[in-house]
């Protein structure tokens, strides 16, 4: 009985990673609480050895000349033939056979068992996302609901959904393939911890190019700044702490070798990189590429506005399609920014 136990155990920590030590805790609670159940008396002990396989459970009872609990006190004389040396008023510790205990005594500590078990999944999915949290991780596709598009990944040995929000636009997924994504969150629920993840979030893209651009990972290049409409354009800033270091040739890499792995990742969504620089408007001025700028004035009047002009035959191109351009650059800048023409239309 007790090797077969220790077997379950091994098994449930190879299969589930829920530690033995974890389990035998649960285990022993449910023991003490089926003997509260069956004898009214919950100073229970369990003696444990994994590596002998042995499993054993002791209550503990006042020896006395005259019972008046069954469950907490034993007679001197039965005492005696379990312990020869026990004298009144001792604790005798008596082995107990499981298999006597009542059966609702039993259930009782099955179920506590079974949420011990529960309590050790839920435990190791929160240290397997905790472990994780901001990074991206390779997740294995489970199921997707056609319905809402929600997609069920398997991270290490816990799950987690990539809501249709978080995907990058039409973006199609096959079950049993991988996908990366990127660790918003973890949240504790009342159903366990649960993964927020993303491959729309504007550091899902930092991380991508810290894994392609070494000098992003060992700190030469710094990523000042991102701005993101997801499956469509991204803006990114970057400064480089070497001043031998071009910051924008780095994150591009060797014929656009690294910026095409990373945008390859993001099924053709473009990037602009440009330099980051703390004179804001030089700092605006790049936001606004590809197209050119003749000046940049900061309103005086208003907080963070600031008045551009561009060549007539650029101003398209830098408000963007749908304003994107010009909205992109505000939000990598902070600055609200009105685009001028050189002269009025």
């Not at 091994?10 to 285990?27: H, N, V």
């Not at 700190?219 to 991102?226: D, N, R, V």
């Not at 792995?261 to 606004?288: A, M, P, Q, R, W």
């Not at 304003?323 to 650059?329: D, F, H, I, T, V």
């Amino acid at each position: 009985m007790s090797n077969e136990l220790f077997t379950a155990l091994a098994s449930l920590e190879k299969e589930k990673g829920i530690p033995i030590d974890f389990t035998l805790k649960k285990i022993e609670k449910s023991i003490i609480t089926a003997c509260k159940s069956s004898y009214g008396n919950e100073d229970a002990s369990l003696l444990v050895n994994p590596e002998k396989g042995e499993f054993e459970v002791f209550l503990k009872k006042l020896v006395v000349e005259e019972v008046n609990d069954t469950g907490k006190q034993i007679l001197l004389q039965e005492a005696l033939s379990i312990d020869p040396n026990i004298t009144l008023g001792e604790i005798l510790s008596i082995k107990l056979d499981t298999k006597k205990f009542g059966r609702i005594a039993a259930q009782t500590a099955r179920n506590i068992i079974r949420q011990g078990i529960r309590d050790g999944e839920r435990e190791q999915s929160l240290k397997e996302f905790q472990a994780r949290r901001h990074e991206i991780v390779s997740a294995i596709i489970e199921n997707i609901e056609f319905s809402t598009g929600a997609v069920t990944v398997k991270i290490g040995k816990a799950e987690a959904t990539l809501v249709k929000n978080e995907q990058i636009g039409t973006e199609k997924f096959r079950e049993g393939s991988y996908v990366k994504v990127y660790i918003v969150d973890v949240l504790e629920t009342d159903k366990g911890p649960k993964a927020i993840i993303s491959r729309t979030h504007p550091d899902f893209i930092k991380k991508l190019f810290e894994t392609e651009v070494p000098e992003i990972h060992d700190g030469t290049i710094e990523i000042k700044a991102i701005a993101r409409e997801a499956g469509k354009r991204t803006k990114m800033a970057v400064k480089s702490n070497n001043p031998q270091v071009d910051p924008i040739g780095s994150c591009i890499g060797p014929r656009g070798a690294r910026v095409n792995t990373v945008i390859e990742e993001l099924g053709g969504e473009k990037i602009d990189i440009i330099e980051f620089n703390e004179d804001e408007i030089k700092f605006i001025t790049s936001s606004i590429a590809p197209a050119e700028v003749l000046r940049v004035e900061l309103d005086s009047s208003t907080p963070r506005v600031c008045h551009v002009t561009v060549p007539n035959d650029n101003l398209s191109l830098a408000i963007g399609n749908k304003g994107q351009n010009a909205r992109l650059a505000a939000k990598l800048t902070g600055w609200k920014i009105d685009i001028r023409p050189e002269t009025p239309q």
